[in-house]
């Protein structure tokens, strides 16, 4: 198969700079001239020291934050999509069949059990509420997450419980592009495995993932290559 | 989340000046089926005037809005007779108010009050009427046994979720929503927002909600639009707006906020 | 009885019975409508008639004949001032016959006797907005009215059949007319609203301190509002008039002794006194 065929994700001269107005117009340039390939049933891990950007870089690829120049190119079927240049409405319809995000923290939703909010973000991707259901379930039972938690509100479960439940909202659509945010951090030995074992799946399955993990051990399990973000460090 | 391609409401330059004070002043946005558009901003800055204007009950001095009809005919509001345009805030559209009070009948049952748009479109059967009440007041989290009651017995919490029972009886396509959870206990805000955010994703719905929580904003709606002095300063996806927000103003906002 | 001679006929001036005759004419192409018009000043205050009073003045001609009653009695405070006042400053006839009269004034009843072409029959209005008890606001109101706009009506339905298990309205029940504008019959009792339908009489209706006028032309559709599983019901009474034996007229109940006694008679007083008249006539005659 042609080496084209397979890119899902294209990041070119990307730049973000945070003017900060509260603080007199500060300006903060973080990132300059981003550029990197992602192929499918690759995983890409995005090293360097905290605070360079590489979460920065996560969330202009998920529409988050907005990059102030270049472009970033995802594959939707046989045509090419601009975030950089996409409208809100356009990103939030890439974020549903395209783009999923795994981000560090959980986002509780007062009186929302773990389970619906599993529930939820697979309704929001377009899957029907019965099918939403049952992978909701799946998952959760696979992240260890014992029955009797699933119709609580997560506010007060355990760190390592609230990351199990917003990995199990990341990864219960099938998204061709997954972007990781530290998805292990809070995790046992145990469970770390189960995640590494999804990752695996989904990069057999032709699934592209952008992600930033700290433990080495993971890494090396999952990633197929390594970008040093300090290289585009504004 | 379905998307559309004719947008369901669309506003351009919407102006409006109470004599030489500025109401807001060249707001144009698009809201589509399915999704929940917030306006915020502080006291002052046009938001509950943009609300009247999107929803007609306040005329423009410049600017034009067009809504999509059932038919799939496009029709600019303010050309329709007064007739068709109290229609359609009965019957496509559903107006909440911040004080319940504005948006129900005190003085008639909380079965009557949810019944009335039915009986203004012609429902003449007693027993369906009361039926198709109760089975609202259960979806809003009302028992049954209190239909027959007034709103005057209700709780603010309750009297809140009655008035959007109230609307929704008819499958509005568009609601808007002033300060819904205003002078709300939070456990009770947390309530009405779990419904509200339910009722858009079940049905579908379209919601303009004007709101200066940004906690709520965060909550429900899909877009933002940050408003100040009666002007459009920064929109985008709720997240893209508070979490890489680029005007000033926004910042200051955003930073306030303490739970935003 | 001669006219006064220090009064205009009818105590009104020309131009004001103008006026009046110009908003029931509008009224009569409008039926149902309730049209504005300006209330004068009558010797009597208002809640006692003045509505039904200017229009009676504004209509009535030398060879009318008059009838006036309050409470289907001829022979009520009221209805004796209101008919001596029009003795007074006419001096037309007036009768307490149904059949005989060709104006017919009345407080909150419609008289037993069915009324005839080319007879007139004027209700006292108090309040002429059937919506007024559930929407205080004027402006609110006529945009109701302008726009067919009434599911409060019903509204009101629905809240007696929830509290009282059935329309509990008893007496100014709200109409539909024509299949428009939704009416208030003034406060005669829900038994005589089929008789405002398709009657071949012309009906007037006056509020003077509302000021407004609505009619209903001759055979006029008149359909009482209900719902389709409580559909609308004539009172019915469970005896006959003690006086006559009347079967399908409107009773009063009139107390007749210290000790709590009570009879049931006919409210229309000429009604009841014509059946008695032919019950004592010569054998063969109809009861």
Known sequence: ?234 | ?260 | MTACASYNFAYLDEQSKRTIRRAILKAIAIPGYQVPFPSREMPMPYGWGTGGVQVTASILGPDDILKVIDQGADDTTNAVSIRQFFARTTGIRTTTSTQKATIIQTRHRIPEAPLAERQIIVYQVPIPEPLRFLEPRESETRQMHALEDYGLMHVKLYEDIARHGHIATAYAYPVMVEARYVMDPSPTPKFDNPKMHLSPALQLFGAGREQRIYALPPYTRVVSLDFEDHPFARTRFDAPCALCGALDAYLDEVVVDDAGGRMFVCSDTDYCAGRRARAAGPPGAAT
Request: a positive charge.
């Open chain 1, 1 to 234: 198969m042609d080496a084209t065929d397979t890119l899902l994700l294209e990041l070119t001269g990307v730049t973000k700079t945070f003017v900060m107005h509260l603080r007199s117009g500060a300006i903060l340039p973080v990132l300059r001239e981003v550029s990197f390939q992602v192929r499918a049933g690759e995983c890409v891990v995005l090293n360097g020291p905290s605070g360079i950007g590489k979460s920065c870089i996560l969330k202009m690829i998920f529409g988050n934050y907005r990059a102030d120049s270049g472009s970033i190119a995802v594959r939707e079927g046989r045509q090419w999509r601009d975030v950089v240049t996409s409208s809100p409405r356009e990103v939030l319809r890439l974020r549903q069949g395209l783009i999923g995000y795994v981000s560090q923290f959980l986002r509780t939703i007062p009186r929302v059990g773990a389970l619906d909010l599993v529930v939820q973000s697979a309704r929001d991707n377009g899957i029907e509420a019965e099918i939403a259901r049952e992978r909701a379930a799946e998952l959760l039972a696979r992240l260890a997450i014992p029955q009797r938690l699933w119709q609580l509100p997560p506010a007060t479960f355990s760190g390592g419980e609230q990351q199990r439940i917003n990995i199990a909202r990341g990864l219960v659509a099938t998204h061709p592009l997954l972007l990781l945010d530290e998805p292990t951090a809070s995790l046992d030995q145990k469970n770390r495995a189960a995640v590494v074992d999804f990752i695996r799946h989904r990069k057999r399955s032709g699934a592209a993932l952008v992600g930033i993990f700290h433990d080495e051990d993971v890494k090396r399990q999952i990633a197929d290559r390594t970008i040093e973000v300090s290289r585009f460090r504004a």
């Open chain 2, 1 to 260: 989340m379905r998307t559309r391609e004719i947008p369901l409401l669309s506003a351009e330059g919407l102006t409006k000046f109470y004599g030489d004070r500025l109401g807001c002043s060249g707001v144009s946005l698009d809201v589509y089926a399915g999704e929940v558009l917030g306006v915020v901003g502080e006291s002052g800055s046009g938001k509950s005037t943009l609300l009247s204007l999107l929803s007609t009950q306040l005329r423009p001095t410049h600017g034009c809005l067009q809504y999509c009809m059932r038919d799939g005919v496009v029709r600019d509001l303010f050309a329709l007779g007064e007739a068709d345009r109290r229609f359609l805030l009965r019957t496509d559209w559903g107006f909440v108010h911040q004080d319940p009070r504005l948006g129900l009948r005190m003085g008639v049952s909380a079965g009557g009050n949810v019944g009335e748009r039915l009986m203004a479109v012609g429902w003449r059967n007693y027993g369906r009427i009361r039926a198709e009440a109760v089975d609202w007041l259960a979806r809003v989290e009302i028992e049954s046994e209190r239909v027959d009651d007034l709103p005057t017995t209700y709780s603010g919490g309750m009297r809140q979720r009655l008035q959007i029972a109230k609307n929704m009886v008819t499958a509005p396509r568009l609601l808007f929503m002033d300060e819904p959870t205003g002078g709300l206990d939070v456990s009770v805000q947390a309530r009405l927002l779990d419904l509200i955010r339910g009722l858009a994703a079940d049905h579908g719905l379209a919601v303009v909600i004007v709101t200066h929580d940004l906690a709520v904003a965060r909550l429900l709606s899909h877009r933002l639009i940050v408003m100040r002095h009666g002007r459009v300063i920064e929109t985008g996806l709720t997240d893209q707006v508070l979490d890489d927000p680029r005007e000033p103003y926004t910042q200051l906002l955003v930073s306030a906020n303490l739970r935003g």
